[in-house]
């Protein structure tokens, strides 16, 4: 069974760049049925998608970052990152790595525990 | 204001059964499998419904999906005070791999 973890500065300044890092064990991360995402939750708030990389490669995020996101897969060290630019007091959240694991008989997701990441001078 | 739109709260006595809904669109719901999560206070949200009516390997049975059209609901039967927690359904809006949207959430009281 897969385990994620995430690692990543607690503190970050305004207009800096966010950088996080999930760490996964217990197998590859390159299956062509893994969808690797971040889902951030702010203080007291809902759950907000943040982005979905796919086949390595392909990757998806939400619009309301304005462009300031990048997921990014190394498969060398079984790790997903993720890197969001220009950070304001309103990216302030816990950051979770998800896995979505889509097969013919079923799905299912994978979490990592979550880190939480604060944005302040 | 989220995509998909959930009651804040819910409650129930033990022992009730209780339902959450969650309303979208042709464009999320009516097109693609609803995905339902549970969320302890300072846990990480787990998968309780996967693909609309699935229950992932450890799930009680006691959690059931549905769909039908652009609305989808989860429903907890036989509700016990560990089932307090906040719900989340979740689908994608447009293709599969597409852009993942949250409901708002729903705040489960059980009295």
């Known amino acids: 069974q897969l385990q994620l973890q995430e690692s990543g500065p607690g503190l970050v300044k305004p207009s800096e760049t966010l950088s996080l890092t999930c760490s996964v064990s217990g197998g590859s991360i390159t299956s062509s049925s893994y969808y690797w995402g971040w889902v951030r939750q702010p203080p007291g708030k809902g759950l907000e998608w943040i982005g979905t990389?796919?086949?390595?490669?392909?990757?998806n995020y939400n619009p309301s970052l304005r462009g300031r996101g990048t997921i990014s897969v190394d498969t060398s060290k079984n790790q997903i990152s993720l890197k969001l630019s220009s950070v304001t007091a309103a990216d302030t959240a816990v950051y979770y790595c998800?896995?979505?694991?889509?097969?013919?008989?079923?799905?299912?997701?994978?979490w990592g525990q979550g880190t939480v990441v604060t944005v302040s001078s | 204001q989220s995509v998909l739109t959930q009651p804040p709260s819910a409650s129930g006595t033990p022992g009730q059964r209780v339902t959450i809904s969650c309303s979208g669109s042709s464009s999320n719901i009516g097109s693609n499998s609803v995905y339902w999560y549970q969320q302890l206070p300072a846990a990480a949200p787990k998968l309780l419904i996967s693909?609309?009516?699935q229950r992932p390997s450890g799930v009680p049975d006691r959690f059931s999906g549905s769909k039908s059209g652009t609305s989808a609901s989860l429903a907890i039967s036989g509700l016990r005070s560990e089932d307090e927690a906040d719900y989340y359904c979740a689908t994608w809006d447009g293709s599969f791999s597409g852009p993942w949207v949250f409901g708002g959430g729903t705040k489960l009281t059980v009295l």
């Open positions: 990389i796919y086949y390595t490669v392909n990757t």
């Open positions: 693909r609309s009516n």
């Open positions: 998800r896995l979505h694991v889509s097969l013919l008989e079923n799905a299912f997701d994978i």
